[in-house]
C-alpha cells in the first residue's frame, strides 16, 4: 500500500512504493564498492523504489517517475520486477489515464520504464518532462524500448521549468548528463541526487553508477546545502522511508560552518 501522503502548498505528494529489493546478479555489488570510501560495510544493498503521485487542489495529477516496469522491461535484468505502480495507483483511486503530466528525473530504468508496458505508452494523456540532455544522451534498451514509444508525449525542458502548475523541475547533472529533481513547496523529489543516507552526512562519498562521479558529487553538495538550510523535506527513491526533513542546523560534511 502507499505511504502516507504529505500536503505541501494545497499539494497532496503521495509516495508509491514500487518494488524493494536488491539489485540483481548483474550489477550488484557491495555497498563499501558501490559507495567507495563510505566506511559502509560489505553487504548487499536493500533498495525501495518510490514513485510520487503529486495531486494539485485543481484536481491535475503529477506523476514523479515510473518504477521498473513490467517483467520484459529494461530493468528486468537487474531490479526486482514486475512493479508495482499500477497497483499502488489504484490503492488511491488513480487510474493511468488520468495522470496529465509524468516528470521523469533521469533515463535509468529503474525510474523510466513504466512509462511504457506492452510496447505502448501508459500514461497516454500525459505530457513527459525530460530534460533536453537527457533525451540527447538516450542510447540502448532505454532509447528502443522506452523513448522511442513516447516521443509524441515529450515535453523537453533545459534546465529549471515549470512542469505543472506549482510543480518545477530542477536541473540536477551529474548522475546522468541531464538528472533532474523535482519540487512543489518544500518537498523535493530527488530522483538519484543522493542515493544512500551516508552522502547526507557527507556528500563527497562518490556512487559507482553515478555517470560522471566529479559533478554528481558538486551537485549533490551544492543542492543538499541551499536544501538543508531551508529544512526542506526530501522525498528520495531509494531510501526505506521515503520522506525526511533536512535540519538547518545540521553542517554537511567537508562545509565550513
Known amino acids: 500500500m502507499p505511504h502516507e501522503p504529505l500536503t505541501v502548498s494545497g499539494v497532496e505528494v503521495t509516495p508509491l512504493c514500487d518494488a524493494v529489493g536488491p539489485m540483481g546478479a548483474a550489477i550488484r555489488r557491495p555497498l563499501a564498492e558501490l559507495f567507495p570510501g563510505s566506511g559502509l560495510p560489505d553487504e548487499p544493498w536493500v533498495l525501495h523504489f518510490h514513485c510520487f503521485l503529486l495531486r494539485a487542489a485543481s484536481g491535475h495529477l503529477t506523476l514523479v517517475d515510473t518504477g521498473v516496469g513490467d517483467t520484459d522491461s529494461p530493468a528486468s535484468s537487474w531490479a526486482p520486477v514486475p512493479g508495482a505502480l499500477a497497483g499502488e495507483l489504484a490503492a488511491v483511486g488513480v487510474t493511468p489515464a488520468e495522470i496529465g503530466t509524468v516528470i521523469l528525473t533521469h533515463l535509468h530504468s529503474d525510474h523510466a520504464s513504466g512509462v511504457v508496458a ?133 553542517r554537511l560534511a567537508g562545509q565550513e560552518g
Open 118 to 250: 506492452g510496447g505502448r505508452p501508459v500514461f497516454e494523456n500525459a505530457r513527459h518532462v525530460l530534460q533536453r540532455a537527457e533525451l540527447e544522451a538516450a542510447g540502448g534498451l532505454m532509447l528502443d524500448q522506452v523513448v522511442s514509444r513516447i516521443r509524441d508525449l515529450l515535453h523537453v525542458v533545459e534546465g529549471d521549468a515549470e512542469a505543472a502548475p506549482g510543480v518545477h523541475v530542477n536541473f540536477a547533472p551529474g548522475h546522468t548528463p541531464g538528472h533532474q529533481i523535482a519540487r512543489v513547496g518544500d518537498v523535493v523529489m530527488t530522483g538519484d541526487l543522493v542515493l544512500h543516507p551516508v552522502q547526507l552526512d557527507n556528500p563527497a562519498v562518490r556512487y559507482l553508477y553515478d555517470d560522471d562521479q566529479v559533478a554528481a558529487a558538486l551537485t549533490r553538495a551544492e543542492t543538499l546545502g541551499a536544501l538543508r538550510a531551508e529544512s526542506a523535506i526530501l522525498a528520495t527513491a531509494h531510501f526505506s522511508e521515503p520522506f525526511l526533513r533536512l535540519s538547518a542546523g545540521d
